[in-house]
């Protein structure tokens, strides 16, 4: 098998296991697409690398069998929910990134946190001034009001 060849998976498959059994002894990339907040218990001893050693060899139980394990072996998951919420057992045993975020807002994020740490008193100020332009509007909105019912 090609190691390059990434094999891409779903939990409604009927044979995603195989799959995954498979990418777990040939070290083939696995990528298991569309999850949803709740994952297949049958992949926790992937998800928390439960591989031990016997004689010279690395193993994984999966399911009923203990597979070999190669060193290769990458475990990709995908999601199409747009902020999906998962549980702590599951956010300990997986790295999530969230790709949804543009280049402009991580641009926006890190530059706030420069400007906390370099200049505290243009944070202090800037929340001051977010304070002032709420209460501002709330001002307008009932002058407008009492000017509406005049």
Not at 46 to 55: E, N, R, S, T
Not at 97 to 124: A, H, K, M, S, Y
């Amino acid at each position: 098998m090609d190691r390059e060849t990434i094999k891409t998976i779903k939990l409604t498959e009927p044979s995603y296991l195989k799959t995954l059994e498979n990418g777990i002894r040939f070290g083939n990339p696995i990528l298991l697409e569309n999850v949803e907040e709740h994952l297949d218990p049958s992949i926790d001893p992937v998800l928390q690398k439960q591989i031990y050693k016997k004689g010279a060899q690395f193993f994984l139980r999966l399911g009923d069998q203990d597979v070999p394990y190669s060193q290769d072996f990458r475990f990709y998951i995908t999601s199409k929910l747009a902020n999906p919420h998962y549980l702590p057992e599951i956010c300990i045993k997986v790295t999530i990134i969230n790709f949804t975020v543009t280049p402009e807002g991580l641009e926006d994020q890190l530059l706030v946190d420069v400007v906390r740490v370099e200049r505290p008193d243009l944070e202090e100020l800037k929340n001051k001034l977010i304070i002032q332009i709420s209460s501002d509007k709330d001002m307008l909105q009932e002058l407008e009001k009492k000017r509406f019912l005049s």
